[in-house]
């Protein structure tokens, strides 16, 4: 059996991240101590491109989250909320997306909770 780790009824404490960013870059920046949990995401990007997301930076040894999401020009990814977590980050690490194209645009919203 598999149990929410929360309940519908109260989506309250997810915050709601606006995401605009060319190339490679964070969802959701680092906290101390804190992990990221996603529970939704609607992303557009404005130029073919493949899509990575990250447990921190790969650069630094961040740890694939995602296989590659290969996208088209105004390509779309698209997680509804589940009630369970799509990715979660390690303590102290942020959720990052590393794009093939530096040159392309990521913009959309991403919805998560810091703990």
């Known amino acids: 059996m598999v149990t929410a780790t929360r309940g519908y009824?109260?989506?309250?404490?997810?915050?709601d991240v606006p995401v605009n960013?060319?190339?490679?870059?964070y969802l959701v920046a680092a906290a101390a101590?804190?992990?990221?949990?996603l529970y939704r995401m609607a992303l557009?990007?404005?130029?073919?491109?493949?899509?990575?997301?990250?447990?921190?930076?790969?650069?630094a040894g961040g740890v694939a989250k995602s296989g590659p999401f290969d996208l088209l020009a105004n390509g779309s990814i698209v997680l509804d909320d589940s009630?369970?977590?799509w990715y979660t980050t390690s303590s102290?690490?942020?959720?990052?997306?590393?794009?093939?194209?530096g040159s392309a645009v990521l913009a959309g919203t991403v919805w998560v909770i810091q703990v």
Request: negative net charge.
């Open 44 to 59: 557009t990007v404005s130029a073919a491109t493949t899509v990575t997301v990250y447990d921190g930076d790969p650069g």
């Open 33 to 37: 101590s804190k992990i990221v949990r």
């Open 9 to 15: 009824s109260n989506p309250s404490p997810q915050d």
């Open 83 to 85: 009630g369970n977590a």
């Open 21 to 25: 960013n060319t190339g490679s870059g």
């Open 92 to 101: 102290g690490n942020g959720l990052y997306a590393a794009l093939s194209n």
